[in-house]
């Protein structure tokens, strides 16, 4: 039964009431899909008397449709039709600020429809923003909320739609606290009151589709907290970053990147790592090499694919691991406090550019691996912190929240939509540009509590205890389904301390790392070079202490940016003595590492032997390769990769017991360490002398009666020694000698590595 009660005519009731108007002016209006757009509403017939004067009666009301729409500097809207692009009624203007507001002629079922707008200068047809609904499952939101959401950034962000056969962007950001959340950007003059955003109360999310929307449109979010307090927010999703000191959002084109990486993708989901090469360049893509007549130039991707990849290929690397690319303001900061976490960084070139990188690096048969850091993120007043005038993805107290060493924040990890946040970066990276592993900075700061903290400065976890049991969770979800996810990939910590089964299953109790960065070695080993030979032999476990633990985790030798910066020096820099001492301890140095246990990474210019310390700001010194030491150097590192590579010795059972053997690890007097690596039938003998002495007639233990090959000898003048050696060839004695059944007497050459092999090739009977 149609309701019968008495109402006012349209002329006394406006179809905007001043109070709306007034909060639409303020963009203080609380549901504004409620009120913008077109709306059925029921009103009463107007009729007129004999008089020609409308009355209002006690009749039946009416459906009717009325629009309303909210468009600064414009004259004239007109209602149009989408289907047959007739004009439909012209709107009222209610305010000089560009209000207005009419019915839909006598129409009562909601249709599309365009708005005609006529500005000063110009008239325009514009899609209403304001007419669309909701574009968000209650799935989606629902898995994002729990923490469970692997791919938010398909519908968080800015992300390209087609509604009713428009082609727009759904914008998305979670802000539960807010109290109006506006998209703002260049094509609106920035104006926090034309694009209110749609509210969704029990997930803190706000949406808004923006029809026809323009590639590379430059945008923030508008917050406006509790508080009252107005915010302009980077988008926490967005897929490209303006420079600093913008440092706005950036709507991406809509490109699909065709990928030949099939192949290579198909392999590596095959590939078990532990039992592989893995020899990693770790590269600062800003100064690797730069260009231009003052070298202040980054080179593009597509230089890097014609420059960084045949290098790497050329010097025998079985991945690149690249420094963060994440968007970051600071580039003193390396990457390590980004900021657009799903941004990659301008400064190399546009996204797609990067996955042709990767694309090529896999068709050149090298892996990518991204430093990632989810340990902690900037204080920028455009980024995280404090996002909607509330801690959202930090945590409330400094005892929790706050980096002590690098004032930056910590992520809450035991909130869902801070783990569904960086769960899906983590997802993104490895789905859409197709890398190979992630390797986790500053593992460590997550695990502990007091990381870094004087005693009043933390608080301990539910059972009392110093461990971040959230992070540990959140950690231990990551691994679980990342490698779930993408067959093949290498997860990789970067963990200083002893925490137990950073690499051990998650079902056995485990963090599910693949590997861990050997930080002990690392620091040992180094502090060991950094002595003047005379003292070695007092601090000989510097060298031989990491086999006592090296196979209780996945190791990865790590020789990383880290090492050579804030005046630590190069490598080169840090051992004593003059040059040709220097390159021969490094020489030595390196091939110890690639005969230790463990995967391999060394950081750029390690590798020809950069003389100065890294600087972020310029480019390795490739000019020293026109030196015969650095090309000796360059030499050494190439050859030890190609040894790897092709010696199944050295990776077959590279993380057991079974593949390492001391022959003996005590003579610390003379500084020398010699030892077997071995899988199954193949067998590679290193001695290692760390002093400059020669030794001559120097008894060696030796598994197998024959004729041993010097396969490298780091003192060869091929790589700038001095050519002490065994003329390439060693004969074994039948003397039992350090555990084994044959021996022989060799020359051992100052400050330099022997590997020698087993002539197959001649019988033995």
């Known amino acids: 039964m149609t309701k019968q009660i008495p109402v006012q005519t349209p002329a006394q009731t406006p179809l905007i009431a001043p109070s709306e108007i007034e909060a639409l002016l303020a963009a203080d209006y609380v549901d504004i899909f409620a009120l913008l757009g077109m709306h059925a509403i029921e009103m009463a017939p107007a009729t007129k008397s004999s008089k020609g004067i409308k009355e209002a009666k006690a009749v039946s009301l009416v459906k009717r449709l009325v629009v309303r729409c909210f468009l600064p500097g414009a004259e004239r809207v007109e209602l149009i039709a989408k289907q047959d692009g007739r004009k439909v009624a012209e709107l009222d203007k209610c305010h000089d600020e560009g209000i207005f507001a009419g019915l839909a002629g006598r129409r009562i079922n909601p249709f599309e429809y365009r708005l005609r707008v006529h500005y000063p200068f110009s008239v325009e047809e514009i899609n209403d923003p304001y007419q669309y609904a909701s574009l968000l499952s209650d799935e989606a939101l629902y898995l994002f909320s729990e923490g469970r959401q692997e791919q938010a950034y398909r519908f968080m962000g800015a992300n390209w739609r087609e509604v009713d056969g428009v082609s727009g962007v759904q914008f998305c950001v979670w802000a539960p606290n807010a109290k109006r959340v506006s998209l703002v950007h260049d094509a609106i003059d920035w104006d926090g009151r034309r694009q209110v955003m749609r509210h969704h109360p029990a997930n803190g999310v706000w949406e808004i589709f923006i029809p026809s929307m323009k590639a590379l449109t430059h945008y923030k979010y508008e917050i406006v907290t509790q508080e009252g307090e107005r915010l302009l927010k980077a988008d926490p999703f967005g897929r490209a970053m303006q420079g600093a000191p913008g440092n706005a959002s950036i709507v991406p084109p809509q490109l699909d990147y065709a990928w030949q990486d099939k192949r290579w993708l198909a392999k590596r989901a095959k590939q078990s790592w532990h039992d592989q090469p893995i020899s990693i360049y770790e590269v600062h893509l800003g100064s690797w090499r730069r260009q231009g007549e003052n070298g202040e130039q980054y080179l593009s991707y597509s230089q890097l694919i014609d420059q960084l990849i045949p290098y790497v290929v050329e010097m025998g690397y079985t991945h690149l691991q690249l420094m963060p690319l994440c968007e970051y303001p600071f580039d003193g900061s390396w990457g390590y406090q980004p900021v657009g976490l799903f941004a990659p960084t301008h400064r190399f070139g546009q996204p797609h550019e990067l996955k042709a990188f990767v694309d090529a690096c896999h068709q050149a048969g090298i892996g990518v691996i991204l430093d990632w850091v989810a340990a902690h993120f900037p204080k920028d007043p455009h ?383």
């Not at 005046?567 to 005969?595: C, E, N, V």
């Open 383 to 765: 980024g995280l912190t404090r996002f909607d005038g509330s801690c959202l993805y930090e945590h409330e107290d400094p005892r929790q929240g706050e980096h002590p060493d690098w004032d930056t924040l910590i992520y809450n990890y035991g909130r869902g939509e801070v783990q569904s946040y960086l769960l899906s970066n983590a997802h993104y990276w490895l789905q859409e540009f197709h890398l190979d592993g992630l390797r986790l900075d500053a593992v460590s700061s997550m695990l502990y509590l007091d990381y870094s903290r004087e005693p009043h400065q933390w608080l301990p976890n539910a059972h009392g205890g110093r461990e971040n049991l959230d992070a540990i969770a959140f950690l231990q979800d990551l691994n679980t389904r990342l490698y779930q996810g993408f067959p093949g990939i290498m997860m990789i910590a970067e963990e200083s301390t002893a925490w137990p089964g950073v690499t051990k299953r998650v079902d056995e109790g485990g963090l599910g790392f693949g590997f861990k960065w050997n930080m002990g070695w690392m620091n040992d080993s180094l502090n060991y070079i950094g002595r003047d030979p005379i003292h070695r032999s007092h601090h000989h476990n510097e060298l031989t202490f990491s086999l006592m633990y090296c196979f209780t985790e996945q190791f990865i030798l790590s020789l990383s940016h880290d090492e050579v910066v804030h005046g630590k020096g190069s490598l080169l820099h840090k051992i004593p003595g003059d040059d040709w001492q220097k390159f021969a301890t490094l020489r030595a140095y390196l091939g110890f590492m690639w005969g230790h246990p463990g995967k391999k990474l060394l950081f750029m210019g390690a590798d020809f032997a950069q003389r100065d310390e890294w600087d972020h700001q310029h480019s390795l010194d490739w000019h020293l390769l026109a030196f015969e030491p650095h090309q000796g150097m360059q030499r050494w590192v190439k050859d030890l990769n190609s040894l790897y590579r092709q010696s199944v010795a050295l990776y077959g059972d590279d993380h057991h017991g079974e593949g390492f053997s001391w022959l003996d690890c005590d003579n610390a007097s003379a500084s020398v360490l010699s030892f077997i690596r071995q899988s199954g039938d193949k067998q590679l003998i290193f001695i290692v002398n760390m002093t400059p002495e020669v030794y001559r007639e120097f008894r060696i233990g030796l598994p197998q009666p024959g004729r041993y090959h010097e396969r490298l000898n780091s003192d060869s003048h091929y790589y700038g020694g001095s050519d002490v050696g065994n003329q390439g060839v060693i004969h074994t004695e039948p003397e039992a000698y350090q555990g084994q059944a044959q021996s022989a007497c060799i020359s051992v050459p100052p400050l330099a590595c022997l590997v020698l092999e087993l002539d197959e090739s001649v019988s033995c009977d």
